[in-house]
């Protein structure tokens, strides 16, 4: 079913209008009490519905939203939808500064690469050819560097890396992902200015493949200044990175070949010419004041923005993002309903809820990074988070028995043995659910721990929950599409979440965080 852009005008102008219910004086005392909330979730939770869910979704992975391109015409429109449906629920906005309470607004940049190079002496390797560039840059003219060999981030301790180039090598590419975050958290700590990841000759080939048609686009990354400035990562050939270590191709990544042999080469040379303007976007928030408990605070997120248009692409050229991550996203706005209906029947919550859809999930999880780093509540008080990114299908596996029972959770038990546990209890008791904990290992290649937004909470120490219903065959395609989402599945789920929220939101005791596998 596909809604027009006049049909969603008149829902957001019936909003505004407060045709639906609005904070009002009525609101009753609130029960503090843990048992009497557990009691009253299941009013709650049935508020979620498949129907609802669909309503919204057909709205915001409509045509007319565009795939909710970071910074473009159709984020912009859904970032008005959820606000609006936030202050129709009675949500507040918590931001202070700016026109609109509901939008902590921001800018990223929108680039192109340019000119590019690497030279060692008299050798001269090009960008997009020895090696190529990810994210923002901070060669935009030519500057000499001085290279420093990492083996691994433990390793590095001592060192001085400031200003420098970090060179590293990555054995294969399912260990890319986790050096990447290892090394970037390195860089940052360290002030690094750039990290060199080098590749095999085989694994090189299949990246750069995989990136040429992406680097030569226009493409979004963040703010590369002041506070914000972040290291340049380069991926290079084994030839680029033989001859910045002083050894060969063959000798880089041979067992037996040690770092202390690799004497990194003086008057290295590099530029990543990258021609940006200025790219403003949003999160959006929506908050509910807890009672008693109201200075700590649950926060339960999905990004909202997807991938846009390809004007390249022959027939369907919208991506509209209907599983990833409109579905996600609806069950925010469902969830953020229920406990605002709560709250008017003086139903909790103790603690107070952060509604929170971010933006530029897509380009690098940099709504959310941006919301850990410029946190409208503090961080030290932020209790959980709550992720949904991509509920209500089926992914390869599920299909093949036409199974839509079931979700992956990912993180529960990474920072808190307490969250696996409730939300184990929460689904024995209502919603029974499998739970899969297949991509919740450590060594599995997908790294999916690592590649949503609830990653930005972990990295600060705060506890996070992750539900996915894994990869299918219209992920990133134009076919991922409001028709083919199972919203009794996508219900169930966002039940689940609802129970895991309320509990984390309603207990008397604050979860304790009791390991540490950031």
């Given at each position: ?40 979730a299941p009013t709650y939770a049935a508020t979620i519905t498949a129907a609802d869910l669909s309503k919204h979704l057909h709205i915001i992975a409509s045509d ?455």
């Amino acid at each position: 079913m596909k809604y027009n852009h006049l049909y969603a005008g008149i829902v957001l102008a019936a909003l505004s209008a407060g045709c639906a219910k609005t904070p009002t004086a009525s609101v009753k005392a609130p029960i503090t009490d843990a048992a009497q909330l557990q009691a009253a979730a299941p009013t709650y939770a049935a508020t979620i519905t498949a129907a609802d869910l669909s309503k919204h979704l057909h709205i915001i992975a409509s045509d007319e939203y565009e795939g909710r391109n970071t910074g473009e015409k159709g984020q912009k429109m859904a970032a008005e939808y959820i606000s609006k449906q936030f202050q129709a629920d009675g949500l507040a906005g918590p931001v202070k500064t700016g026109s609109n309470p509901y939008y902590q607004t921001f800018d990223l940049e929108k680039g192109k690469w340019g000119q590019g190079y690497i030279t060692v002496g008299n050798k001269k390797f090009m960008m997009m050819q020895d090696f190529f560039p990810l994210g923002a840059s901070v060669y935009g003219t030519e500057q000499g560097v001085e290279a420093v060999f990492v083996a691994n981030a433990a390793s590095a301790a001592n060192q001085n890396l400031q200003g420098k180039m970090i060179v590293t090598l990555v054995n294969s590419l399912t260990d890319t992902e986790k050096a990447m975050n290892d090394m970037g958290e390195l860089a940052k700590t360290s002030g690094a200015a750039s990290v060199l990841y080098i590749l095999n000759p085989a694994d090189f080939t299949t990246m750069s493949t995989r990136y040429a048609n992406r680097l030569k686009q226009s493409s979004v990354s963040r703010k590369n200044n002041g506070a914000s400035k972040r290291a340049t990562n380069l991926v290079a050939s084994a030839t680029v990175g033989a001859a910045i270590l002083g050894t060969t191709p063959e000798k880089l990544f041979a067992a037996n070949t040690k770092s202390t042999s690799f004497k990194p080469a003086a008057g290295v040379k590099i530029l990543t010419e990258r021609v940006v303007t200025p790219l403003p976007t949003e999160n959006v928030l929506g908050y509910i004041e807890g009672s008693d408990k109201k200075d700590e605070i649950v926060v339960v997120s999905a990004h909202y923005d997807h991938v846009g248009v390809d004007s390249t692409q022959e027939g369907d050229k919208i991506f509209n993002g209907a599983n990833d991550d409109g579905s996600g996203t609806v069950a925010v706005l469902e969830l953020a309903q229920a406990f605002a209906q709560a709250k008017k029947d003086g139903k909790g919550p103790r603690r107070s809820m952060l509604f929170l859809t971010v933006t530029g999930e897509e380009k690098g999880l940099l709504g959310s990074e941006y919301y850990s780093e410029n946190p409208i509540f503090p961080l030290a008080n932020t209790v959980a988070d709550v992720n949904i990114d991509m509920i209500g299908r089926m992914d390869f596996d599920y299909e093949k028995n036409n199974d839509s029972n079931y979700i992956y959770v990912i993180g529960a038990d990474k920072l808190s043995s307490e969250l696996h546990k409730i939300n184990e209890e929460a689904n024995q008791k209502y919603t029974n659910l499998k739970l899969d904990y297949k991509y919740n290992d450590e060594k599995d290649p997908n790294r999916f721990y690592y590649r949503s937004d609830h990653y930005n909470f972990a990295k600060k120490g705060i506890p996070i929950i992750f539900y996915f219903n894994g990869v299918h065959a219209d992920y990133h395609k134009a076919s991922d599409s409001v028709d083919k989402i199972i919203f009794e599945s996508a219900e169930k789920v966002a039940r689940l979440a609802f129970h895991v929220a309320w509990e984390l939101a309603n207990r008397d005791n604050r979860i304790v965080v009791d390991s540490n596998k950031k």
